[in-house]
């Protein structure tokens, strides 16, 4: 996996908010339901999956949850990507630790942060923990900002350029974007400005 920093967040705007991270989903970590796509920036889910004895069994890989993570650590700064969330009606999206157990789903454990959309609503995630998220509708797509030094992880309305729902994850290490998905697909948007509007915030 790469790493990645842009410095710390007392540095300046045109420092600190520049395009910084770019990532694709890991295919070593991917779950034997889930194919990736368009050079591995989108993610697939197949009902019945792939035939286990196909997938190489590397220990990287997600055995039991159909999750991805993507392949760039975060360990410091500001950063910003988005996903289209339209094709799908079940989903996580977030970031966890980089060594997080493959045993489990992101957002069950205190090793991720997510936010999460089932049954027409959303919520975020945290060690199995819900809370609901009640301003959002079911936008066709969504930004996620991390300033990981400050501790915030932000779901963003895309189109308004505003945030929706903040939390204030204990961060013990780096993490990288973490997707989980169980039905239709998601694509990831990375390589971004931040927002304008965000940098004000």
């Not at 969330?85 to 079940?90: A, L, M, P």
């Not at 060594?99 to 049954?119: L, P």
């Not at 509708?137 to 963003?156: C, M, W």
Request: hydrophobic content about 35%; proline content about 4%; some cysteine.
């Amino acid at each position: 996996m790469r790493g990645h920093g842009c410095g710390f967040c007392g540095l300046g705007y045109r420092q600190l908010f520049r395009r910084d991270i770019s990532f694709k989903l890991d295919e070593k970590t991917a779950h034997s339901s889930l194919d990736l796509f368009k050079k591995d920036t989108g993610v697939l889910y197949r009902m019945l999956g792939i035939d286990r004895t196909r997938v190489p069994q590397n220990p990287e890989r997600f055995r039991d949850w159909a999750v991805v993570l993507g392949d760039t650590t975060i360990s410091r700064g500001c950063h910003y990507w988005e996903v289209t969330v339209k094709r799908s009606q079940q989903f996580r999206i977030g970031v966890a630790d980089v060594d997080i157990s493959r045993e489990v789903c992101i957002g069950m454990d205190d090793n991720s942060w997510v936010f999460a959309f089932g049954n027409h609503c959303w919520n975020a995630m945290f060690a199995n923990e819900t809370t609901p998220i009640t301003n959002i509708g079911q936008p066709e797509r969504v930004g996620l900002f991390l300033d990981y030094d400050r501790k915030r992880f932000s779901l963003v309305d895309t189109q308004q350029h505003m945030f929706i729902h903040n939390t204030s994850p204990e961060f013990q290490g780096p993490v990288v974007p973490a997707f989980a998905l169980w039905d239709g697909e998601l694509l990831t948007h990375s390589g971004l400005d931040v927002p304008e509007k965000l940098k004000q915030s």
